[in-house]
């Protein structure tokens, strides 16, 4: 008899538990395949360290390969889900289209950077989705400070040196927390900026506060850290225009700039919304089982799943990783049920606290509900990293003592352009291809707008 199919599409915090937990409940009994655009997992809450210098880009890429015995890894991107006659099409990174048929299907395709309609910004601004995108920022930034160490221009040199984030959830805050240390680091070695004016961080947000989504003590101790290191946070404040020169603020004020990072959170992975299912805030609505109402052959987990939040009830979970850990281990263990081994269980989740890296010793971290700042919250959060991570936890322990030891590099190798990670990008772990007309090779470190 031939063994059940089951296709898990995306392998992020979600889909790889799915396929972790699957390969021991299954013990071979089942083809376990786990499609996915790269052949690494990425660990995205240090890649604000990653676009700061601080970690390397494969300390938080974690292979796929040889990490998970009995599963078919697929490199591609899902494009095409027949519902009805079980299939999954995708495309592989040479643009080969195939496709496989599935007797299981869990959809963890996880989030895209949430656009809002505001003139300019699509042009102008980019997102932090994706390892692109943290490559991407680092260059921008350490070229921006080389720049205005160039230039004559006072005006330029300003607009050069200040770096506006708009969001100011743990994203947003994170980068702007780190983003300061990290250009503060780079002008003490350009001669013409050192012991001028500090390059300028600004954090905006509609919300009364930092981390609106976090307990207010956490916002407290971010605001607090964020102040003595001189980001300015501007509360009830958005941006109303993005142009080539800078922004305008909701407040009308203009702020010159080549540089806004985009932080407004996630939308789902426009794939959820092309399969004619029902949605809520563009999520796939699973039930308590994470299984898709009228498909008991597919489930969905993770950001790109509304699943019931038992915490709240009527509210959906919110996107985190925790959740989507969790998720992926109730959808793998329900798979199996489903196969006649153990009973199906609902979707439960305990909150073990949240954890924001403030960079330096700094961070705000509230675990088991136990508020902590300052060193303590630090040493939380590293920690906390660590366990959480799957695998290199010693090279990024290397990594963080060697940032604690020595400078900080500062080099920018230009290989990830501007036009590879446009904000509206509906896959932002791959790099967009170049826009109709241009070259695809070479490098010029050219960072036009998208
Ligand atoms: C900068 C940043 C910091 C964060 N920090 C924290 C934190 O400290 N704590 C926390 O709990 N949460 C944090 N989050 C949120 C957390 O990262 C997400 O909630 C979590 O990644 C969701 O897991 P997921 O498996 O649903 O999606 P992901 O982890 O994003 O994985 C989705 C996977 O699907 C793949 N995929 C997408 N489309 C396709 C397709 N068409 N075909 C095949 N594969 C596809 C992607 O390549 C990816 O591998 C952070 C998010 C960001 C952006």
Redesign the pocket.
Known sequence: MSRPRIVI?????????TARRLCRLARGAAEIVL????D?????????EVATGILEPRRVALPLTGTLPGVRLVL????AIDLDRHRVG?TDPEGNHRALGYDRLVL?????NKLLPIPGVVEHAHG???MPE?LYLRDHITRQIELADATDDGRERAARCTFVVVGAG??GT??AAHGQLFTDALARRHPRLDGGERPRWLLLDLAPRVLPELHPRMSQTASRVLARRGVEVLTGTSVAEATKDGVRLTDDRFVPTRSLIW?VG?RP?P?VADLGLATEKGRLIVDEYLNVPGHPEVFA?????AVPDPARPGEIA????????R??RAAAHNIAASHGHGTRRPYTHRDLG????LGGTQAAANPFKVPLSGLAAGAVTRG??LL?MPGNRVRVAVDWLFDALLPRQGVQLGLVRAHAVPLEH?????PAPPPAGEAGEGNSGEDSPP
Do not use: I, K
């Open positions: 599409v995306g392998a992020g915090f979600a889909g790889l538990t499609v996915n655009p790269t690494y997992f990425l660990y995205v809450p240090l890649l604000p591609g991107e899902a494009d995708w963890a395709v996880g989030s895209v932090f989705r994706g943290a743990y994203t994170e980068v932080c996630a992975d794939l987990c993770g950001d790109a799943a919110p996107m985190t990783a925790q959740h989507a850990v998720q992926g949240f954890v924001v890296d906390y990293h959480a509906t896959a932002p772990e791959v």
